[in-house]
């Protein structure tokens, strides 16, 4: 029995503005996914379970990027990637439950396009976020891309192309600006995801990047806090003036209303709170692991051995939602990995008992 959150409702927002720019049809698709929209989380208000609007699918652990600080790279990746079979019935169990909004990452999703494909043509009405690094959509994706109006890309990037080229690799930076300027030529919705550091807080959410994002298309932009998953990079990490800068500069963006702004972590009192554990969101891992969040992948259920409705229900999860008031940010992002140890203790509890 969950509602909209304001997550929720903003992504469904950047679709809804991001159609108003690209004509007729996608407006009439958009206006049906928001009618869909609601009619979801009425499905949902009428289950006993606690089902998140929003589910966040890593589809695979692969990538053809070696980003400088890519947590998902540090994450212990041995157990195998779910088949598409199980990706599709996943989404089904999941929607039928009454979630609305599937967001794909990875590693990199557009590794598996295929079965992203499916999944989009299976949910016509669903949403699809897809946070891509956007070097894998050549010509032919991109025609097929077109036909789905139930798809927002989210590209990432570190504000210019020079920052982005450090991190990401030489060339990924261009890469990212002619490929915005494909989509918006096409059509295709889009916004960005920029990792926000010590180094670049000011940079990145200034006006000038923020005037160029727009100018570009976009509908979008997430501002993903740096998590220091990988030891010895504390220092990447906001410091609480960061952090003020970053919230006020959000909140001023925000009010400029040509695109949706977000932060993670940085929105969780605009959220009422961490939405991890399905308050908001549920993370599945490549291998089906069903995951607080993905900068936590604390879990205590596999979807290839438990049905959806029991996963949101298991008693870790339960645990973390009934105690998200009392786990405290420290230091780098995540109230959740901040709290790690307490969070392993209570994994280790549920074990034994
Ligand atoms: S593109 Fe994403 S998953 Fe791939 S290496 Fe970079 S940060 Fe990691």
Not at 340 to 353: F, G, M, Q, Y
Request: aromatic letters at 6%.
């Amino acid at each position: 029995m969950t509602s909209l959150t304001i997550l929720d409702r903003d992504i469904i927002k950047a679709c809804v503005r991001g159609a108003k720019l690209r004509g007729p049809r996608k407006l009439i698709t958009s206006t049906m996914m928001v009618s869909y929209q609601f009619r979801q989380s009425r499905r949902r208000a009428v289950n006993d379970r606690m089902v998140p609007a929003s589910i966040i699918i890593s589809l695979t652990k692969r990538c053809n990027l070696k980003c400088q600080g890519c947590y998902h790279l540090m994450k212990d990746s041995s157990a195998e990637e779910m088949d598409s079979e199980h990706l599709l019935r996943i989404c089904s169990e999941f929607e039928g439950l009454g979630t609305s909004i599937f967001v794909l990452a990875g590693g990199e999703p557009m590794m598996r396009w295929p079965v992203i494909k499916d999944m989009m043509s299976l949910h016509t009405r669903a949403l699809f976020v897809m946070f891509t690094n956007g070097t894998l959509i050549d010509e032919n994706v991109l025609k097929e891309m077109r036909d789905f109006d139930n798809l927002l890309l989210v590209l990432s990037q570190e504000g210019s192309e020079s920052a982005t080229d450090l991190r990401r690799g030489s060339g990924v930076g261009h890469c990212i600006k002619s490929l915005s300027r494909k989509l918006r030529d096409n059509g295709i919705l889009f916004g960005y995801s920029i990792t926000v550091h010590r180094g670049n807080v000011r940079i990145v959410t200034s006006d000038q990047n923020y005037d160029q994002m727009i100018s570009e298309g976009a509908s979008f932009i997430s501002f993903v806090e740096y998590v220091p998953m990988q030891a010895g990079t504390e220092s990447m990490t906001l410091t609480d003036d960061n952090r003020t800068l970053l919230i006020s500069r959000l909140r001023c963006l925000r009010h400029r209303r040509n695109a949706v702004v977000l932060g993670f972590p940085g929105d969780e009192e605009r959220f009422n709170g961490c939405l991890a554990a399905g308050r908001g969101f549920l993370h599945i891992s490549p291998s089906g692991n069903v995951e607080a969040c993905p900068a936590a992948p604390f879990s205590d259920r596999n979807l290839l051995s438990c049905p959806a409705d029991e996963a949101v229900m298991s008693p870790l999860m339960t645990k973390l939602r009934d105690m998200h008031a009392s786990l405290k940010e420290g230091g780098g992002g995540c109230a959740l990995w901040s709290n790690k140890e307490e969070v392993s203790r209570i994994l280790a509890t549920n074990n034994d008992s």
